[in-house]
T-cell receptor
Framework: KQEVTQIPAALSVPEGENLVLNCSFT??????LQWFRQDPGKGLTSLLL?????REQTSGRLNASLDKSSGRSTLYIAASQPGDSATYLC????????FGAGTTVTVRA | EAGVTQSPTHLIKTRGQQATLRCSPI?????VYWYQQALGLGLQFLLW???????NRGNFPPRFSGRQFPNYSSELNVNALELEDSALYLC??????????????FGPGTRLTVL
């Protein structure tokens, strides 16, 4: 059974600071890994998809790395803004998506 | 381009009844997934349909079932509702091709409340 863990559970940073969100998974036999954000009362917004053969994926201020052998992924958000405040979820394709519990981020203005 | 749509937005049922939830995928997507987000349990994978067939299901009892129609829209049925079925049910779609599993896009969800 796949277990996905996200650390920390919550994070509060001042505006402009870089964010580092961690995700770990127990079974490395994944097809891909996807990062999402969820805003209160809303659905999920896809941020980045990393295929199992890839090591890194970038989109604007977001960069995600994947180390499949060690079961880890990290999401970096550069120069955080108050609009980045949300819950960030990591999910591995296994073959449905197995989700972590999320990291709730607060960016203080 | 329209995203994934779900109906209804909210659904209130009593214990023992049946609930039917609907999902329309993004145009061109052939795979539909269902997830349950219950309080304190996080998001859990329920079902995956592709090209009209059930491809995989999560660890849920058989009273959770569904189908996918020829236009790729999907329906989730929950029979013999129990109080713990109260949750946000999210639908996602993707285009799976050539053995590559692609990005899943989520709808806004249906909030099911069982009284």
């Amino acid at each position: 059974k796949q277990e996905v863990t996200q650390i920390p559970a919550a994070l509060s940073v001042p505006e402009g600071e870089n964010l580092v969100l961690n995700c770990s998974f127990t079974d490395s036999a994944i097809y891909n890994l996807q990062w999402f954000r969820q805003d209160p009362g809303k659905g999920l917004t896809s941020l980045l998809l990393i295929q199992s053969s890839q090591r890194e994926q970038t989109s604007g201020r977001l960069n995600a790395s994947l180390d499949k052998s060690s079961g880890r992924s990290t999401l970096y958000i550069a120069a955080s803004q108050p609009g980045d405040s949300a819950t960030y979820l990591c999910a591995v394709r296994y073959p449905g998506l197995s989700f972590g519990a999320g990291t709730t981020v607060t960016v203080r203005a | 381009e329209a995203g994934v749509t779900q109906s209804p937005t909210h659904l209130i049922k009593t214990r023992g009844q049946q609930a039917t939830l609907r999902c329309s995928p993004i145009s061109g997507h052939t795979s539909v997934y269902w997830y349950q987000q219950a309080l304190g349990l996080g998001l859990q994978f329920l079902l995956w349909y592709d090209e009209g067939e059930e491809r995989n299901r999560g660890n849920f009892p058989p009273r959770f079932s569904g189908r996918q129609f020829p236009n790729y829209s999907s329906e989730l049925n929950v029979n013999a509702l129990e109080l713990e079925d109260s949750a946000l049910y999210l639908c996602a779609s993707s285009l799976e091709s050539g053995g590559t599993y692609n990005e899943q896009f989520f709808g806004p969800g249906t909030r099911l409340t069982v009284l």
